[in-house]
């Protein structure tokens, strides 16, 4: 079983719409977790950083995460076609080593 | 404040030859963490430096090196290249050290290394 699990998608969403992305991950060691958003041929930029239980927004995006579930969500609130894209999630554990799931990628439709 | 730097952004090389990957960390950065990139197993961390130091490593075979020099900037070396180098090679920095702090990372934008 991987670290961090995510699924792959295509995710498809008519604009507007709210994209929900979600992770799991297993060990439970005190860790950050982050959201990036990546482009084709791109490196990833950040998106949200957390390190708590719990919501945090920022704009159009939310991360949610449920530490009792292991559980990592993002929601993207009015879906742009400029989200599309590959959202990464990634833990934090040992000093700045991340471990990354696989990605899902996101398709908003015009 | 300028981002993270990589170069070259594009490189192509054949078998047993070795690369050189140079990498800037945002300034005042001083934790330079590696990636691989592939298709096939996502992104993968190959090992993080920090004021010159190795602080943590992946499971990557000896071929793949690195260091950091006194300003914070980084090199990754690949010796004996293998087809399955081939990949997405991405740097990122952080502000933070030893004694806690922000772990956010900043990702450049690759440098995309061929293996012919």
């Known amino acids: 079983q991987k670290e961090v699990e995510q699924d792959p998608g295509p995710l498809s969403v008519p604009e507007g719409a709210i994209v929900s992305l979600n992770c799991t991950y297993s060990?439970?060691?005190?860790?950050?977790f982050m959201w990036y958003r990546q482009y084709s041929r791109k490196g990833p930029e950040l998106l949200m950083y957390?390190?708590?239980?719990g919501n945090k927004e920022d704009g159009r995006f939310t991360a949610q995460v449920d530490k009792s579930s292991k559980y990592i969500s993002l929601f993207i609130r009015d879906s742009q076609p400029s989200d599309s894209a590959t959202y990464l999630c990634?833990?934090?554990?040992?000093?700045?080593?991340?471990?990354f799931g696989g990605g899902t990628r996101v398709l908003v439709k015009p | 404040k300028a981002g993270v730097t990589q170069t070259p952004r594009y490189l192509i090389k054949t078998r047993g030859q070795q690369v050189t990957l140079s990498c800037s960390p945002i300034?005042?950065?001083?934790?330079v963490s590696w990636y691989q990139q592939t298709p096939g197993q996502g992104l993968q961390f190959l090992f993080e430096y920090f004021s010159e130091t190795q602080r943590n490593k992946g499971n990557f075979p000896g071929r793949f090196s690195g260091r950091q020099f006194s300003n914070s900037r980084s090199e990754m070396n690949v010796s004996t290249l293998e087809l399955g180098d081939s990949a997405l090679y991405l740097c990122a920095s952080s502000s933070r050290g030893t004694s806690g702090g922000n772990n956010e990372q900043f990702f450049g934008p690759g440098t995309r290394l061929t293996v012919l």
């Open positions: 300034s005042g950065h001083r934790s």
């Open positions: 060990n439970s060691a005190f860790q950050y």
């Open positions: 990634a833990k934090s554990t040992a000093g700045n080593k991340l471990t």
């Open positions: 957390t390190y708590s239980s």
